[in-house]
């Protein structure tokens, strides 16, 4: 995997989208630097220790952030609320970036359930 990768798909994108994604990319590699970057299954993903912690993607008409596992979400209910999810999706805003501290949140709790205690 590479951010090479990462670069290509958001350069495909429209420039709203790529600001939007740009800008988690950002956060996630603030909170996750020693993540290693890349596509898998199509999109952006990132990896931390071989395991798949983070990703995102763009759609036709909004964006989505993937943790990579379905047991995410429902801990995090309250934070979710206004939200449209599924167990593997969380659509956002084209023009709305993810609050830092949520992603943050989405981050603990897919490595507590990568690399339990």
């Given amino acids: 995997m590479a951010a090479e990768e990462i670069d290509l798909y ?38 931390v220790r071989g395991k798949t912690i983070a990703g995102f993607a763009a759609f036709k008409n909004h964006l989505s952030y993937l943790p990579h596992s379905g047991s995410v979400f429902p801990q995090l209910q309250d934070e979710l609320k206004g939200y449209v999810f599924s167990s593997g999706a969380l659509r956002f805003d084209i023009d709305l970036p993810l609050p830092v501290p949520l992603v943050e949140k989405l981050i603990v709790v897919r490595l507590q ?4 205690a």
């Fill in 10 to 47: 958001l350069d495909a994108l429209e420039e709203l989208k790529r600001t939007t994604l740009s800008r988690l990319r950002q956060t996630i590699l603030d909170i996750l630097p020693e993540a290693e970057q890349g596509i898998s299954y199509g999109v952006p993903a990132f990896k």
């Fill in 113 to 116: 359930q990568a690399f339990p």
